[in-house]
DNA sequence: CTTAATGCAAACCGTTTGCATTTCA
DNA sequence: TGAAATGCAAACGGTTTGCATTAAG
């Protein structure tokens, strides 16, 4: 199932949920396909008015994101920024954290098997049925740093 | 330096800084200080509230969090919840990360020394210096696994 | 036709700020 | 006395909701 393209297997989920097929929930999911890393909800909405693409109105964004994160579909990524990013659950193989600058607010994504090793063997040593983690590294872009 | 109760490491901090004490500040200390776990601001208000405390306005909460949290000596917890939380930053002993129940919003700590281990190498092989790392472990709790 | 999707504007709510007052050094 | 600390209430800003409209099946 996971390897399907997610937009395929989200489509999917919503149909199998009994959702109807609409617009601007097309438009976000064709955006967030596209998308390496995590936006805000803010992004998206500006991403979709600025360029061809179909205008969402923002209460929209909001809902179609809940919605799908609902389905295990989108992810929430706290950044310890104002507001909260997301992004699409993928396949393992591109599964990844962020680095956080907290200069200027970049956002990059990273992975590390090491890191996954330890986190797995970790969760089931934990009081805890695991289902997810999320790793944020706070710092100084190069930049930043300079 | 870290080896000083953190409570008294803070006072010194804040006096270098140049600040003048005061009795909502000592209480918040004085409760932090008391936390193994990162509370919300509106916990610790009602913490303070409640017993025999002195009562802090939650404007004044919030104004020495935010302070406590730029001098170094708090930090804050983003568990995916609706209210940050914030805990004292303590000696590495201490050092510890969240397993939060998506049921019932119960936070715990944990500590893995091999998850520290594999952080602090690749912090070394990453496009930011970093400064400090967050992890968050999302699932069931025993009870609301049942 | 019956239910879901969407937009708009208003409501929410955690957090921050302005301002007047008190307290510390 | 001058700067910091505090409380109160109002302002903010990201997110959610209510309601009327449109569109999918």
Redesign the pocket.
């Known amino acids: 199932m996971s390897e399907a393209p997610w937009i395929e297997r989200a489509e999917q989920a ?2 199998a949920a ?9 438009a976000v999911l064709e955006l967030l396909d596209t998308q390496r890393c995590a936006l ?3 992004e998206l909405e500006d991403a979709l008015r600025g360029r061809s693409e ?14 799908l994160e609902g389905l295990g579909l989108v992810q929430r990524v706290e950044t310890g920024q ?3 990013r997301f992004e699409r659950v993928c396949a393992p193989e591109e599964h990844h954290h962020h680095l956080v600058c907290d200069g200027c607010g970049l956002v990059m994504p990273f992975s590390d098997p090491a890191l996954e090793r330890a986190i797995s063997s970790l969760s089931e040593r934990v009081p805890l049925k695991v289902s997810e983690h999320e790793i944020v590294l706070h710092g100084s872009c190069r930049d930043c740093a300079a």
Chains 1, 2 share one sequence.
């Open positions: 919503l149909a009994g959702r109807k097929r609409g617009g601007a929930r097309r805000t909800a803010l179909r205008a969402v109105s923002r209460a929209s964004v909001y809902r179609i994101l809940q919605d104002a507001m909260v």
